[in-house]
């Protein structure tokens, strides 16, 4: 498809999409919101969606404390292959705090990077997160330099971070919206889910540990023999310090529902209560839909479409992305959240995308989906094309006919001739509009500038003392006058 007909495409889809929308607004039920916190800031977030459920002083910036260590990990995930081997400084292990957390691990030792995760997510290892900033990043300022340019990316704005550990700054802190697009963006990487849902690894031995040290998560909702057990548990992170008070990020999924709850300044025990009880607000108040699975837009745009003269050879060209979520309150239905249509897609969308639709609910984004293109119906035309068209035995595939096999398969929209003239037409219309318009403006401004004559005249009469109908009488008498003298002239 040619970058025009692509435009004219997706103009016909958001004026389609954009009168179908208007026509299917209806009121909502109101937002659930029978929830609460003792934590100073705390935010209840649906993973799949970014949506916020409920929060309290949600970009009022905290100190993190060790859940810090979940953008560690990240960086480390996205940065490093599990098994490359990292070295632990004299600084990695020495420049931590007097009896903060750590694995017992020495200045010479050697671990895998996967070993490193592992002691950093459940041990809350702060000479791991040292040792990790160092290896991928050459020093731990460095490294905060790049853990402030991604939480950037994730769209953070109340985050600065100066170490990797969580340790006491002035200059680190976060805020609960922040950490919950963090946690996020963690939960929703495999490799990082996998290790932090763990609850038992054993490390190898060191020079300190000579038998290995097994290890156990600190996040007491994960194990089954505390009262804090919570089901349906992914994982997560504590943290505490005397200035962050006690801080705690959590990830729990039930009944295709995945959240992450974040307290900040929360106090203990009753930051294990507070987040039991944002979980339990969101998974008995909340549901998450398939998009695709319930959208009835599309097949109506379809249509229009094809009305309009733009014409879809392959209808099932377009598929919209199966796998995009949006959440709901229990009481609402599909049809309460708004469909907003964009094209606006970026880099991060999935590949084929061609068009985004945001649904709002209220005043809130609940998730979106896209319109793509349908990668596999055109693999099985390329091969379809190949089988029925093969080049002449003997002769290489020049690089051009490949392509052009390739274009033909690719083309899932062509716009033929009664489209274009479809489109003449329409201009042709607008300008006759125009000048129609522009007539009937010019006959108004007439009549006004009569009128406004007329009136001008009136205010004369009255100040010279002569009546309306004095005038009119000496007018009609003029004009007697002078048809008589034209008579006169044609008589001669």
């Known amino acids: 498809m040619t970058q025009f007909a692509k435009r004219i495409f997706l103009y016909f889809l958001c004026v389609s999409f954009s009168m179908f929308s208007l026509s299917t607004a209806w009121a909502a039920p109101a937002w659930p919101a029978?929830?609460?916190?003792?934590?100073?800031?705390?935010?209840?977030?649906?993973?799949?969606?970014?949506?916020?459920?409920?929060?309290?002083?949600?970009?009022q910036q905290y100190y993190p404390a060790s859940i810090t260590k979940v953008m560690t990990a990240l960086l480390a995930i996205e940065n490093c292959d599990l098994d490359e081997m990292v070295t632990f400084s004299h600084n990695a292990v020495f420049n931590v705090e007097a009896g903060s957390s750590n694995a017992g691990i020495n200045e010479g030792d050697v671990l895998s990077v996967k070993d490193c995760l592992y002691a950093l997510l459940l041990k809350s290892a702060n000479e791991?997160?040292?040792?990790l900033a160092e290896h991928i990043a050459g020093s731990t300022e460095a490294f905060a330099d790049m853990m402030n340019a991604r939480a950037k990316e994730l769209g953070c704005t109340n985050t600065h971070f100066a170490n990797p550990s969580g340790l006491?700054?002035?200059?680190?802190?976060?805020?609960a919206y922040d950490?919950?697009?963090?946690?996020?963006?963690a939960f929703n990487n495999p490799?990082?889910?996998?290790?932090?849902?763990?609850?038992?690894?054993?490390?190898?031995p060191n020079s300190i540990n000579k038998e290995g040290l097994s290890i156990y998560p600190g996040h007491r909702m994960m194990r089954k023999s505390t009262p804090y057990f919570y089901p349906g548990i992914v994982g997560g992170k504590t943290g505490y310090t005397t200035l962050a008070g006690n801080t705690l990020v959590t990830c729990a999924e039930k009944n295709n529902l995945k959240l992450i709850s974040v307290i900040l300044k929360g106090s203990t025990p009753q930051y294990w209560a507070d987040t039991k009880g944002l979980l339990d607000f969101g998974f008995e108040n909340f549901i998450?839909?398939?998009?695709?699975?319930?959208?009835?837009?599309?097949?109506?745009?379809?249509?229009?479409?094809?009305?309009?003269g733009l014409s879809i050879t392959k209808p099932e060209a377009l598929i919209l992305d199966p796998d995009s979520r949006i959440i709901l309150p229990k009481t609402a239905v599909f049809s309460d959240a708004v469909p907003e249509l964009s094209y606006d897609i970026s880099s991060g969308d999935p590949e084929g995308a061609i068009a985004k639709i945001n649904y709002r609910y209220n005043d809130r984004v609940v998730g979106c989906t896209f319109l793509e293109v349908n990668q596999a119906l055109f693999q099985a035309t390329v091969e379809e094309t190949d089988a029925q068209d093969p080049l002449p035995l003997g002769e290489p595939a020049s690089p051009s006919a490949s392509d052009d096999y390739r274009e033909r398969a690719l083309r899932p929209f062509e716009i033929p001739m009664t489209a274009w003239f479809v489109l003449g037409s329409v201009v042709l219309i607008a300008a006759l509009a125009g000048i129609i318009s522009f007539?009937?403006?010019?006959?108004?401004?007439?009549?006004?500038?009569?009128?406004i004559r007329?009136?001008?005249?009136?205010?004369?009469?009255?100040?010279?003392?002569?009546?309306?109908?004095?005038?009119?009488?000496i007018i009609e008498q003029r004009r007697s006058t002078s048809s008589t003298k034209h008579r006169g002239r044609r008589g001669r």
């Open 34 to 59: 029978d929830a609460s916190a003792q934590a100073e800031g705390a935010i209840l977030m649906d993973a799949d969606t970014g949506t916020v459920l409920w929060g309290q002083n949600i970009h």
């Open 128 to 131: 791991s997160a040292n040792a």
């Open 168 to 175: 006491n700054d002035p200059e680190h802190y976060t805020s």
């Open 179 to 185: 950490m919950a697009l963090i946690s996020r963006a």
């Open 191 to 204: 490799v990082f889910e996998e290790i932090d849902s763990a609850t038992y690894y054993k490390l190898p």
């Open 288 to 308: 998450s839909l398939k998009a695709a699975d319930y959208e009835k837009t599309y097949s109506f745009i379809t249509s229009d479409l094809n009305f309009s």
């Open 439 to 451: 007539l009937i403006y010019r006959k108004h401004q007439e009549k006004q500038e009569f009128l």
């Open 454 to 473: 007329r009136e001008q005249r009136m205010r004369r009469l009255q100040d010279s003392g002569i009546s309306a109908d004095e005038f009119n009488s």
